[in-house]
């Protein structure tokens, strides 16, 4: 790792399990190198935009409960072999943080990760990956993946976002009314179309065939999703009854987040060349 800048300390709340800390005059940030993870982001002036456990376990392997992470290359359970892991290969690792500025306006990091054997014995494609974060008073993360097979390889995945809320009771999300959806709540399987805003009143669980910006607004502030390279917009909140199995997350905590993952899920899936390159990327924003 080369030298940080002075706005960044590199420290361990984990045995062997590196975090940036980011005090920055725009933001102050966690960034985890495994899984490339924005574990946190709080705009100078703000209250935290992110929710993040804080029963989350911090250890290689585990998937971190909250902030963003980043389901590769396939999103939710493996589309053929459900032994593989749910959310795909590239959460649970520890990625090379290959560049780190501060830019004045924002931070900005970048991380790399390839396939190696234990990937390919999971995934059978060669890749090259990068996450590119920017941190200051908007949070911008793209995945870019990289095909550096010899085959066409075909990928969905999803920017898994906890938005941090007040009290779930009061959130209104708009920007997918007229779209269509399917609603996996509950194990069930239904499909509709989005007459309104969405309130939240228990387990929710949506994918959106939807390309445009979602705006959150609870008792408090307003916060905008908007993204890029993304055919797929998921709206997930756990409720009570699967918040209690959860495990690393304390129980009243489904009241404090919504989930709202700019994505190409299955059925939106992408075909990415030999030598050929996607871009899926989100920017948050406050007003």
Not at 116 to 125: K, L, M, S
Not at 187 to 194: A, F, I, L, N, T
Not at 241 to 258: Q, T
Request: include cysteine.
């Amino acid at each position: 790792m080369n030298a940080l800048p002075a706005c960044i300390r590199l420290t361990h709340p984990a045995e062997d399990y590196p975090v940036l800390e980011i005090d920055h005059p725009t933001c102050r940030a966690r960034v985890a190198l495994h899984g490339a993870h924005v574990m946190e982001w709080q705009p100078a002036g703000h209250a935290p935009v992110l929710y993040c456990s804080p029963q989350a376990v911090l250890r290689e392997g585990k998937a971190i409960r909250g902030g963003i992470p980043i389901c590769w290359p396939w999103f939710g359970a493996h589309p053929t072999d459900p032994t593989k892991p749910a959310h795909g290969i590239v959460r649970t690792r520890f990625w090379r943080l290959t560049d780190s500025q501060d830019g004045g306006e924002s931070v900005e990091l970048r991380f790399e990760l390839e396939s190696d054997d234990a990937t390919r014995a999971i995934w059978g494609h060669d890749f090259h990956v990068i996450v590119e974060i920017r941190l200051g008073a908007e949070l911008h993360l793209s995945l870019i993946s990289h095909n550096t097979g010899e085959t066409a390889l075909e990928e969905t995945g999803a920017l898994h976002t906890y938005l941090a809320v007040d009290d779930i009771a009061n959130v209104e999300v708009t920007g997918l009314e007229g779209v269509a959806y399917l609603d996996t709540a509950a194990g069930q399987r239904s499909s509709g179309v989005e007459e309104g805003a969405i309130r939240i009143d228990g387990e929710y669980e949506r994918t959106y065939g939807s390309t445009a910006t979602v705006t959150l607004r609870d008792a408090t502030r307003t916060l905008h999703t908007h993204k890029h390279g993304s055919a797929s917009t998921i709206v997930w909140s756990p409720g009570v009854e699967k918040a209690a199995r959860l495990g690393d997350m304390p129980l009243e905590d489904f009241r404090r987040f919504l989930c709202i993952e700019t994505a190409n899920a299955p059925g939106a899936e992408v075909t990415v060349k030999p030598g050929g390159h996607h871009v899926l990327r989100t920017r948050i924003t406050v007003s």
